[in-house]
């Protein structure tokens, strides 16, 4: 674990002299030195654009059998590097579709990155994957051990789920949603090693403030560190071409670094970096949202083809963009993660926009309502553990079937998803209404086609169509949200009874059940209005 005791254990790591500033090259090797009083000399391959060592304090921190790179690896490039007016060394590394970037500032210790693509990589994602040595950096934070799957015992599923100690583990575990995602680390009690990100790291990803992907692995060889920019993991809109950054690699002895707005990037400005754009000549959007509770997160998106940016709004509703890339944008206002309004707005160069936004009002009676929307599984049995562990774990509560009434039961009562053949829900209630009514079922991810289907006192509404498929696992690889569908069961008067009602919710597919890897959806909340 990442404790305190960091300068007393830094004293037993070796230190080399501070040596100076700058780049050479010899054969196929470009070494970078960037004159830091905690030295940093790193090495690329001046064929592949591959880092091939990294020293920091004399320690070598870069895993011998395999490079840092781009996705995984580049395989050919043409590299070059410059020094710009003794302040900067900058390291561009050019395909025919990637450009990437790789900047050091004079004295400080921090490889700052960035990366333009005019298509996807054949790999399939884009990703700056650092494989570090996990002797020197076998920690990981800010969620520890549930990603640390070296030593494992045996395969749970997919190659990628493994038990170490009884526990299931998994690199998906170390995930944590963009818009909370400004430093992700592995290092020991003496070193650090460290992806930072700001609110223009993620402006070219693609998935929105809420998406998820992997940020570390210690996996028994090395230790990884990743900024992933997009990829198949529950991806939810098409991949963005152009800039994605600047982000950087950031090595440190005491403490965790600041990334968010503690990493200042502007200086990107003076380095002829292909799409990057500069503060001055970007816009910001301001303004107030209202008709979301003060007791859930209010979140607002904004987003284009080019770009995408989030921010949250203060306790009184009130909101400042990050500075955008001029163009037209969708708003997005969100209660947690659950969409609640969404309007266009345009961003000038130079200009603050003004963008007040507001919910809007549901105008159905609700007669009993079980989980809020929020978009998200929380308060569901098994949603507390879900994101850092499978199912199958032995820490998990049983998934059921479960029964819940209505009025008596905790919504620990309800699993936080419902699998194809394995366990339908049953809600019991007690009530008056007689007349038509509407079901509603909200769901945060749909894995195989699968959604809702009910039954009302024996009577089956007709049972919606298929949702937009997403290629990947979700509820076994730490992942919650995807689409966010929300399904609306007509009843018709009759069907309700005075007295006491059952409802069963099940979960219906065209592909087989396979356990937890069957199809399933994951629920956000369940519904019934008058």
């Not at 884009?126 to 076998?138: D, E, S």
């Not at 700001?198 to 900024?227: K, M, V």
């Not at 937009?468 to 309700?496: H, M, N, Q």
């Not at 409802?503 to 219906?508: A, E, N, Q, W, Y």
């Given at each position: ?25 010899s ?21 592949s654009?591959?880092i ?56 400080d ?39 640390t ?40 009690d ?26 570390t692995n ?39 670094p ?41 979140v ?12 949250y ?51 159905k ?17 098994n ?10 774990d ?34 019991k209630f ?6 038509a ?61 005075s007295?006491?009602?059952?409802i ?7 592909s ?5 890897l ?13």
């Amino acid at each position: 674990m990442f404790t305190k005791s960091i300068l007393l254990a830094a004293a037993a790591f070796s230190s080399s002299a501070r040596a100076a500033f700058g780049a050479t090259q010899s054969g196929d090797i470009i070494t970078v030195d960037a004159g830091s009083a905690n030295a940093l000399v790193f090495t690329v391959n001046a064929k592949s654009c591959d880092i091939k060592s990294i020293k920091y304090r004399g320690e070598e921190l870069q895993y011998a059998s395999t490079g840092t790179h781009i996705s995984s690896g580049l395989g050919t490039a043409t590299v070059k590097y410059e020094t710009i007016s003794s302040t900067y060394i900058k390291v561009t590394c050019t395909t025919s579709t990637l450009t990437h970037y790789m900047v050091i500032k004079n004295g400080d210790p921090t490889i700052y990155m960035a990366t333009h693509t005019t298509a996807e990589p054949a790999v399939g994602e884009l990703r700056f994957l650092a494989r570090l040595n996990n002797v020197l950096l076998p920690n990981e934070y800010p969620f520890g051990v549930v990603s640390t799957t070296g030593k494992s015992t045996s395969i749970v599923e997919g190659e990628d789920v493994f038990v170490v100690n009884g526990q299931t583990r998994s690199k998906f575990y170390s995930s944590e949603r963009f818009i909370d995602d400004t430093v992700h680390c592995v290092g020991s009690d003496a070193t650090h090693a460290c992806m930072l990100m700001n609110s223009y790291s993620y402006e070219g990803s693609s998935g929105g403030p809420f998406f998820r992907d992997i940020n570390t692995n210690n996996n028994g060889p090395y230790t990884s560190l990743t900024f992933y920019m997009n990829s198949g993991h529950v991806q939810t809109e098409k991949f963005r071409m152009g800039l994605h950054g600047p982000y950087a690699l950031a090595f440190t002895r005491s403490g965790i670094p600041v990334g968010g707005s503690g990493l200042d990037t502007t200086f990107f400005k003076d380095l002829q970096i292909t799409g990057y754009v500069a503060p001055s000549a970007r816009g910001t959007v301001a303004g107030t949202a209202t008709g979301v509770s003060t007791s859930f997160q209010r979140v607002l998106h904004w987003h284009n083809d080019a770009a995408q940016y989030w921010a949250y709004a203060d306790s009184a509703g009130k909101f400042t963009s990050p500075a955008m890339k001029p163009g037209t944008y969708t708003q997005v206002l969100y209660r947690g993660e659950f969409k609640v309004k969404a309007a266009s707005v345009t961003v000038s160069a130079g200009k603050a926009t003004t963008a007040n936004i507001a919910a809007d009002v549901e105008t159905k009676t609700s007669l009993w309502r079980i989980g809020e929307w929020d978009g998200q599984p929380k308060g569901f049995r098994n949603a507390d553990k879900q994101l850092r562990m499978h199912p199958t774990d032995s820490r998990m509560s049983s998934w059921g079937p479960l029964t819940y009434t209505v009025g008596s039961s905790s919504l620990d009562d309800i699993p936080m998803a419902i699998v194809k053949e394995k366990n339908p829900l049953t809600i019991k209630f007690t009530g008056t209404h007689t007349a038509a009514a509407t079901l509603r079922v909200g769901t945060t991810l749909s894995f195989a086609g699968c959604r809702p289907a009910v039954t009302v006192n024996g009577y089956a509404p007709a049972a919606p169509a298929a949702p937009t498929k997403i290629d990947s696992r979700g509820l076994t690889r730490g992942a919650y949200r995807g689409f966010g569908e929300v399904y609306d069961f007509a009843i018709p008067a009759g069907k309700l009874v005075s007295g006491t009602n059952s409802i069963i919710v099940s979960c219906i597919s065209g592909s087989s059940g396979d356990g937890f890897l069957g199809p399933n959806i994951i629920l956000d909340a369940i519904e019934l209005f008058k």
